[in-house]
């Protein structure tokens, strides 16, 4: 379960990115968070991933208090997340296997379990025959969808993805949300923060509104641009 419960975030140059927001994600959910850019979805990653705390209210992970925990729990809490950026964050000098086995390597699996479990996740996400291309021979798409196979292969309890259809034409961004849409049946709790309003309407999932850091809607299906 995730626990947003009147959070404020204020950062040193004064700017207040959250303002008493407050919100629940439960296990095994798929939400969307949108909002027009400097809404305060940034804050909400970096908050969950300990990259910040809140000034104020309480931010939960599972069992971990973000604003109360100690920093050598920090690995652990982003053991149990998976993250895919817009912009991919691939080592272009490193094959598509061993991009998504460094994930493996820095939690400490053995060679086997690698051995074992990339060729998997890589055919999952389609790309089992690109393993040993490395990611400037491949598409946007295909880039994205290495990110995510990296972001899945720890088997993690939550995935985060940052505007993952950013860079990517709108045919390859229907085939990631759908991935996304499939890891989320098998259980996987997924929070996609964007700005396509079409995916978020073709999908029909739960939205969480933010803007100007404040909570301004929380339901299922349907983009608040359509109201305006």
Known sequence: MILFDDVYKSYPNGTNALNGVSFKIEDGEFVFVIGPSGAGKSTVIKLLMHEEVPTGGTVRVGDFDIKKMRNSKVPMLRRSM???????????????FDNVAFAMRAVGCSPRTIRRRVPYVLGVVGLGHKAKNFP?????????????????VNNPHLIIADEPTG???PE?????MELLNQINQNGTTVIVVTHDNTLVNEFNKRVIHIEKGRLVGDQVGGYYAEEE
């Open 167 to 169: 860079n990517v034409d």
């Open 172 to 176: 390859m961004a229907r085939e990631i």
């Open 136 to 152: 400037p021979e491949l598409s946007g798409g295909e880039q994205q969808r290495v990110a995510l196979a990296r972001a899945l």
């Open 82 to 96: 998976g993250v895919v950026f817009q912009d991919f964050r691939l080592i272009d000098n490193l094959t598509v």
